[in-house]
């Protein structure tokens, strides 16, 4: 160890230490782009939108802007800062955040609660899309809306321009992101630092603003105004829109990196931002109207303008990766059926393309535009899908901390429990909009969790059917190697969910061309409870007899399988697969509805409709289509 230190001394070491050290800030930048894009735009509209719910009710504008920041500051303090960036971020899946990872946490360690965690999960990502429809909306809205500054009669153009501007995003998510990707971070650092001077540049124009750093006043002022200041409550939680991003992205940056942004970049800009908006509306209430674009000259507000329009496009843009990334990790682990992904980058692994999902998100986002009309409207609707998703975020995070880190119960809950109350305070607030916007983001999460729970349910369905008809394979090999059927050249390979019995496409084959191949593969491709499988850990190869031999391909949730690929690496295993003299069946089923069904009517058919628009399983598993053998059968569900 000694010579390995006195050789990296010197030069090459301090060269070393410079790379890791650019390499570090690299991903500093790239996480100020990516994680804090969407929390980076809250600015917009969320002091604004607090502000004008409390002079509407006319509370007096000294009073409401001292409570307003103050909630503000505190809930940046305890659940980003805190909850987020402190305990969550420590609370990884093998290096991986967001929400099926922290399921897939708890379902490993808390074994009882498995089906508790799993119900969790799966409303959070519920939640999740309703965010990432409300996201793109409100942003690109809020930021067009600067138009009515630069001139009062360009108020019509407002939706017609975000319109067209959501439609370009979403349109150039097909061609891939990685060649204008890099140019996020250094955009959105850019916003950042213009977030900070312009609320510098009037956070003097009245020392009273800084009263505000005092907790107490945000919490009088929510308990002497009741149900108004509950309601304003609610909207002042948009200041923390975007937090479930910072784990969320947790494996693409790291931990450190996203620290490192946020205490040292991005909180400051955002304090400095709001409490500069606060200081200029006490010195003139007349800024109420659109504190954020009155915080720059005139002169600016052009330039202003096209800044904040990049800005939400890009977190609008992280948003939608997001929904395939997490639509990737829902398939992998069986919630839905498969959708087409297409891989739009040869560098980068993580670039994927979903269209069925882009398409899904383009209609609920411009629904959304044309059905609320500003980010005012919207902001209620917003509220209450990013204060769910944080509750459910914190009760899987209670079994982490308490099964996974091995605290005991009453330490575990004393950390999580302050935070759960706090949330469920602001997602009460934010439920009294409901008949105001607050049903769109519970309608799509109510939706998607009646999808994935009829997938779930059905598939367990189908499988025990499926089961009846398959033999276990190693009594059929038994009674094969008795009695031989006739042999062909060649190597058969059976896609199969259970390794351990003989699927129906070959029981289907033998019944009815009365042949075997001479080498038979039966391959399972299974998802683990982890983001990514090593590579020595992919591939267990059993040699059930001197014909047969089980494969099983083990992937996380965050990784898509490739058949090809899985054949390249059985050859490191002894395993050598010619493709050109290999077929691979595989199993076609027909579903039919029954009376005996264990699912009630309406969720058999939704099943049924759901498996008949799954992607084909040749195309899905990237298999040569001219090498398919597709055997039918009819199953009853």
Not at 244 to 267: C, M, N
Not at 396 to 414: D, L, N, T
Not at 431 to 437: D, P, S
Not at 563 to 569: D, F, L, N, R, Y
Request: charged letters at 15%; one cysteine or more.
């Amino acid at each position: 160890m000694a010579q390995t230190r006195a050789s990296r001394s010197g030069p090459e070491a301090g060269a070393a230490d410079a790379q890791h050290t650019e390499g570090y800030w690299a991903l500093v930048i790239g996480s100020i782009g990516v994680v804090f894009g969407d929390i980076g735009t809250s600015p917009l509209y969320a002091f604004r939108e607090a502000m004008h719910a409390a002079h509407s009710r006319g509370i007096s504008t000294g009073e409401a802007v001292i409570g307003v920041l103050s909630l503000i500051l505190w809930v940046l303090i305890l659940i980003v800062s805190l909850k987020y960036v402190i305990v969550l971020l420590r609370a990884d899946n093998r290096g991986e955040g967001g929400t099926f990872a922290l399921m897939a946490l708890g379902q490993a360690v808390a074994k009882r609660s498995s089906p508790l965690i799993l119900a969790l999960g799966v409303a959070g990502a519920s939640f999740f899309y309703g965010d990432a429809v409300i996201t793109p909306a409100i942003s690109v809205l809020s930021a067009v809306e600067g138009l009515k500054l630069i001139a009062p009669q360009l108020e019509k153009a407002v939706i017609p321009v975000a319109l067209v501007i959501i439609s370009l995003l979403f349109w150039m998510q097909s061609r891939g992101t990685d060649r204008i990707a890099k140019f996020f971070g250094p955009i959105t650092a850019l916003w950042f630092l213009v977030l900070a001077l312009g609320g510098l540049s009037h956070i003097f124009d009245n020392a009273q603003v800084l009263e505000a750093l005092n907790p107490l006043n945000g919490m009088l002022f929510v308990w002497h105004h009741g149900a108004m200041g509950l309601t304003i409550m609610g909207l002042v939680f948009l200041a923390a829109t975007g937090a479930e991003a910072l784990y969320a992205d947790l494996g693409h940056f790291g931990r450190k990196p996203i620290q490192t942004a946020w205490f040292l970049f991005v909180f400051p800009a955002l304090l400095l931002n709001y409490f500069g908006q606060g200081a200029l509306v006490l010195s003139d209430p007349t800024a109420l109207d659109n504190p954020f674009y009155k915080l720059y000259p005139d002169w600016a507000l052009i330039p202003m303008l096209i800044l904040s329009t990049l800005a939400t496009v890009i977190a609008s843009q992280a948003v939608i990766t997001g929904a395939f990334s997490l639509t990737r990790q829902a398939i992998q682990l069986g919630l839905v059926p498969r959708f087409e992904i297409r891989h739009t980058s040869e560098s980068m692994a993580g670039q994927i393309y979903m269209p069925r999902v882009n398409w899904f998100l383009f209609i609920a986002v411009v629904t959304a535009v044309v059905m609320f009309k500003s980010s005012s409207n919207l902001a209620a609707a917003y509220g209450v899908s990013v204060t769910a998703a944080m509750v459910i975020d914190s009760l899987m995070a209670f079994f982490v901390v308490w099964q996974c880190w091995k605290w005991p119960m009453w330490r575990a809950i004393a950390l999580m429990l302050p935070f759960l109350l706090i949330e469920q305070v602001f997602f009460a607030a934010n439920m009294l909009k409901l008949f105001e916007g607050g049903w769109v983001p519970l309608m799509i999460a109510g939706f998607l969790t009646l999808i994935m729970y009829t997938w779930l349910r059905g598939t367990r369905v189908l499988a025990k059917q499926t089961r009846r008809n398959e033999a276990d394979l190693d009594w059929l090999v038994r009674k094969l190697e008795a009695k031989p059927p006739h042999r062909v050249p060649g190597t058969a390979v059976f896609l199969t969910g259970d390794p351990y019995a003989a699927p129906t496409s070959m029981m289907h084959n033998l019944k009815h061309n009365r042949v075997m191949h001479e080498r038979n593969i039966l391959l399972s491709i299974k998802t683990e409870d982890t983001p990514r499988v090593a590579r020595h850990e992919r591939l267990t190869v059993e040699r059930v007899s001197d014909h047969f031999i089980r494969i099983i391909a083990r992937y996380g949730f965050m990784e898509t399988p490739n058949v090809p690929k899985i054949i390249e690496m059985c050859r490191r295993k002894d395993v050598n697969i010619d493709m050109g003299s290999t077929s691979f069946f595989l199993s076609r089923r027909s579903l039919r509805v029954t009376s005996k069904s264990e699912l009630p009517r309406w969720q058999e058919r939704l099943f049924i409709a759901l498996a008949g628009s799954a992607e084909d399983a040749t195309t899905f598993f990237q298999i040569p289509t001219d090498r398919v053998v597709e055997v039918g059968t009819q199953v009853t569900v």
